[in-house]
């Protein structure tokens, strides 16, 4: 026979599940009630954890939530670190009581190492036909490379919450359409063609309302004034007022200088000429005053030869049709063969 024991914690959500996957208050108080019976006059704590009260059947949890408010269980505060396990390792601790719990405790072996000193850990389990049977018991050590099944629960219950997996923003490559959800595949298609198309689109260099105000006023061939803002790969931007202009080194100098840096400086102010436009990046091109020609001379090059261009195109094409033409006269008509004649 087990002597007496002075107090006793008991790790209620470990007696609860004996036998079980689901705990049950009332096997445990029939547990508890059998211990105190066999032991009388020893003190008992019963210890549950956090989410015992959510894990129970739904027709026990007013009589679990009596029990809380009455101090007959104790459940760890919200974080413990541990959860159940450790708040009754630290109240058997502080109290050097002995636990009632079928649980070896495996990863709290260096942390308390008083559980493999005797009596300080008693087994339970309900028997048929004769009632809970209560037993002293030493901890199973860890063994090398091997994790116990509560090890395994409560490591997995600290992990970090799973992250959504990304949505992706545009359909694989080589996808199948899907058949049942056409209208989700075509708004697909529509999102990433405006994303590439906004890729696609240059960078503006001014807003819009400057821009357009600044082409109103100043026409193509307008002499200006502009300081040197900064440098471009092959020019310098220049402000001028609110927007800002393009001067390539083309139109700096003749010859053109080797390098933007060498030629000006920056904060420098030119006596500049507007040469043209580019809307589409809402681009002011300008030239130094005395190389306006220059470019006013490669503007008329350039259309002079895509007007070349365009009418050898044209001359090409006539000539080709032309040739078909030809081709389609002189062709010979296809001889009919005459079906044979039947022998009689």
Do not use: C
Request: net charge positive.
């Amino acid at each position: 026979m087990i002597k007496s024991f002075s107090h006793v914690v008991v790790d209620g959500s470990n007696l609860a599940t004996e036998g079980r996957t689901e705990p049950s208050l009332k096997q445990l108080n029939d547990a508890v009630l059998a211990f105190m019976n066999e032991f009388p006059g020893t003190k008992v704590t019963v210890v549950v954890d956090a989410t015992f009260g959510h894990r129970i059947d739904r027709r026990e949890r007013a009589e679990f939530d009596e029990a809380i408010n009455n101090n007959e269980l104790v459940a760890p505060p919200a974080g413990a670190v541990g959860r159940g396990d450790g708040f009754v390792l630290t109240i058997a601790d502080k109290v050097k009581a002995s636990i009632l719990s079928n649980d070896s405790y495996q990863e709290f072996h260096e942390q308390y190492k008083w559980l493999f000193d005797e009596g300080r850990l008693i087994g339970g389990k309900p028997v048929p036909n004769v009632g809970w049977v209560f037993i002293r018991r030493l901890p199973v050590r860890k063994l090398a490379g091997r994790e116990s099944a509560a090890t395994m629960r409560r490591a997995k219950s600290t992990r970090s919450p799973m992250r959504p997996m990304p949505v992706p923003k545009s359909p694989p490559p080589k996808a199948s359409v899907s058949k049942s959800n056409p209208q989700k595949v075509v708004t697909q298609k529509v999102v990433t063609q405006k994303v590439t198309a906004q890729k696609s689109q240059p960078p503006k260099l001014n807003e819009l309302t400057p821009f357009l105000n600044f082409v109103e006023k100043n026409p193509i061939g307008t002499k200006v004034k502009g300081a040197v803002d900064s440098y471009a790969s092959h020019g310098v931007h220049v402000k001028i007022g609110e927007v800002s202009g393009y001067l390539p080194m083309r139109m700096m100098a003749n010859p053109i200088p080797r390098s933007a840096r060498e030629h000006v400086k920056l904060g420098a102010v030119l006596s500049l000429v507007v040469v043209g436009y580019t809307p589409s990046r809402r681009s002011v091109e300008l030239a130094v005053f005395g190389m306006e020609s220059l470019a006013t001379q490669k503007a008329q090059v350039k259309t002079h030869t895509q007007r070349n261009a365009q009418a050898r195109t044209h001359t090409s094409r006539g000539q080709q049709a032309k040739k078909a033409k030809r081709r389609s006269r002189h062709r010979k008509p296809v001889a009919k063969k005459s079906a044979p004649s039947k022998k009689r």
